[in-house]
């Protein structure tokens, strides 16, 4: 079976040479070279994973828990659909987001892949998608009961949650916004507001995985 993560890290290579916490360790010079590398991560990633349902599942099996990737009966999940271009633009203020992946599996569950380098995830753009994501489920007359959950997955090149650990993860609790605040960004008070404890983030830290 091919060995997909194997291939994104291979091209990632160079950075991990540089063998630093931060960025903010590089030497002057090199600051400059890390932080494209960093950015530029998204094309290999788009190759590598972006056609291939296999290579995602792959890679999700990694990141996370047994008990989300396997169902009650032991099937793992499947990716129904990978995206690689799409463009989330939040109907709350117009933030848009363009992650590198968006894949959606068999179990109403979606996936936005990110590239973040030291200052961490890009709060805007992760509340952009969330936000499209759930207007467009509302928009379709869907419950706010069976809207999908989100996952966004980040990588960078430290441990930017602080526990010490190639994988870190945020769970929100049920947050909404009120009326008023909905009402004032020109979208109707009455609709159901989503719910962000359907919202889940994962920190993967590039320098201490071992991808297999």
């Known amino acids: 079976m091919t060995d997909y993560n194997q291939q994104f890290l291979d091209w990632l290579e160079k950075v991990h040479r ?26 290999p990633f788009r190759e590598t994973y972006g056609d291939s ?31 690689t ?38 709060v805007s753009r992760m509340a952009a998608i969330f936000d499209d994501l759930h207007d467009s489920c509302r928009k379709e007359g869907m419950q706010p009961e069976a809207f999908p959950e989100l996952y966004m997955i980040y990588f960078s090149d430290c441990d930017l949650i602080g526990e010490g650990k190639p994988i870190g993860r945020i769970e929100f609790p049920q947050v909404t916004r009120t009326p008023e605040e909905w009402s004032e960004a020109g979208c109707d008070p009455d609709e159901p507001e989503p719910v962000m404890a359907k919202l889940h983030l994962i920190h993967c830290d590039v320098t201490q995985m071992t991808l297999q």
């Not at 890679?59 to 828990?65: E, Q, T």
């Not at 959606?104 to 936005?112: I, L, M, V």
């Open 53 to 83: 349902p296999e290579g995602v599942a792959d890679l999700l099996h990694m990141l996370l828990r047994e008990e989300e990737f396997y169902n009650q009966n032991g099937e793992p999940l499947h990716i129904v659909s990978i995206e």
């Open 18 to 43: 540089l063998d630093v916490q931060t960025v903010n360790d590089l030497p002057g010079d090199l600051v400059e070279e890390f932080t494209k590398l960093l950015l530029l991560a998204d094309i």
């Open 85 to 122: 271009g799409r463009v989330f633009i939040s109907p709350v203020n117009g933030l848009h987001a363009h992650p590198i992946l968006f894949a959606e599996d068999d179990r109403n569950r979606c996936f936005a892949f990110q590239i973040c380098d030291h200052r961490g995830p890009n």
